[in-house]
């Protein structure tokens, strides 16, 4: 990593992990990050939302997760865009002060679909297209779903960093590590798919609570 790019220090040096993925979740998360990539490129072309914004957003899911590649990749892309230190590690850290209020309702709503995994109680959603409307709401939604993607891949990667360094989580393993970062790209493939069969049903990319197993 680039020595000039600083990250928190406790998630540098975190032992275990703050939420252990699974291969379903891996799964279910790489289905909605496919049609999301779509909505994420074309807003980077349209510019309906504000980039910051929604780095800002994927910052809070980083957060939660405490993925420490994706802190480090997205400190880069922040510092990147123009945004200073404070408030790139204010939103690692969790410190609210950097939130602006009209971006309070999604930030919130970030670390909520972050905390349950990609799976949100519907009514935190219908409040977000209340707020932001409905074509806003999908794009902040895209980006909140590919960070909660890169961070489910992030964390076996950031285990087996630091498994190199001499300092293994104590809730991982090397199987696990090669495991999940291996099997999300043989299941890439098969996502693609059922997003693509989801979206010609039109089925919304989005799974609630109530979709748990």
Known sequence: MNNNISIPQYIENQTSYKIKVSLSELFRSLVLAARSAIVFIKNKKQKTIDEQFLERLQLAVTEVNSCAVCSYA???MALKMGMNNDEISGFLTGDKSFVKPEESKAILFAQHYAETRGLPEMETYEAIVKEYGKEEA?????AIQLMLMGNMIGLPMSALR??????????SSLLYEYGMIIAAIFIIPIALVVSFVKWIFGRP???FETNKE
């Open 138 to 142: 999908r794009i902040i939604l895209a």
């Open 162 to 171: 630091a498994r190199k360094k001499g300092k293994p989580y104590s809730d």
């Open 205 to 207: 990319n989005i799974y």
């Open 74 to 76: 997205h400190t880069q």
